[in-house]
Antibody
Framework: EVQLVESGGGLVQPGGSLRLSCAASGFTFSSYAMTWVRQAPGKGLEWVSGISGSGGSTYYADSVKGRFTISRDNSKNTLFLQMNSLRAEDTAVYYC??????????????WGQGTLVTVSS | EIVLTQSPDFHSVTPKEKVSIACRATQTIGNSLHWYQQKPDQSPKLLIKYASQSISGVPSRFSGSGSGTDFTLTINSLEAEDAATYYCHQSSSLPITFGQGTRLEIK
């Protein structure tokens, strides 16, 4: 059974940093591209970042480019999102999600339960 | 960036009714359009991939159609459990984008 379990969310002050993790199980992690999608309270879905199966290619939404860094450790089946210079508008539930194939530009077939990030003073 | 616009934003329907949700893209995306269902306090769930391909385990009352810039999600014979927000998603080009969502209320 495919499982994606996020952790690392919490309350952080504007300008601060946070590192999200996503532990994957139930599939060959390195064979799949992975993405982060966020959802602000009461709002819709926003794609944040994606990474290829090997980790060699990374992609970002303009809203987070230069502030967020996606990475993965295929030996530990774990996806990461390093978030720096956080702003109030980054407040959201962050979902770890699996692209159905090895490229980011594919349907998302599995989602984690999400982890809440709140940026506030 | 490809913008996806869904219509309507909100729909109130009765059980057993048939409902359609539209998704329009600002440029052609072939069939790289997918649909998701999100119930309150849950993660999204994939319903339809590549405009019209069914997903294992998803009830057959859900179907999709369209290509290019105009797409439709159709739900036949609505059930109470279909109350949710529905999102379209394009994977044709980066950045990946989602529609704003359509909230479906079952009367």
């Amino acid at each position: 059974e495919v499982q994606l379990v996020e952790s690392g969310g919490g309350l952080v002050q504007p300008g601060g940093s946070l590192r999200l993790s996503c532990a994957a199980s139930g599939f060959t992690f390195s064979s799949y591209a992975m993405t982060w999608v966020r959802q602000a309270p009461g709002k819709g879905l926003e794609w944040v970042s994606g990474i290829s199966g090997s980790g060699g290619s990374t992609y970002y939404a303009d809203s987070v480019k230069g502030r967020f860094t996606i990475s993965r450790d295929n030996s530990k089946n774990t996806l990461f999102l390093q978030m720096n210079s956080l702003r109030a508008e980054d407040t959201a539930v962050y979902y770890c999600a699996r692209a159905a194939v090895g490229v980011v530009t594919a349907e998302i077939d599995y989602w984690g339960q999400g982890t809440l990030v709140t940026v506030s003073s | 960036e490809i913008v996806l616009t869904q219509s309507p934003d909100f729909h109130s329907v009765t059980p057993k009714e048939k409902v359609s949700i539209a998704c329009r893209a600002t440029q052609t995306i072939g069939n790289s359009l997918h649909w998701y269902q999100q119930k309150p306090d849950q993660s999204p769930k994939l319903l339809i991939k590549y405009a019209s391909q069914s997903i294992s385990g998803v009830p057959s009352r859900f179907s999709g159609s369209g290509s290019g810039t105009d797409f439709t999600l159709t739900i036949n014979s609505l059930e109470a459990e279909d109350a949710a927000t529905y999102y379209c998603h394009q994977s044709s080009s980066l950045p990946i984008t989602f529609g704003q969502g359509t909230r479906l209320e079952i009367k």
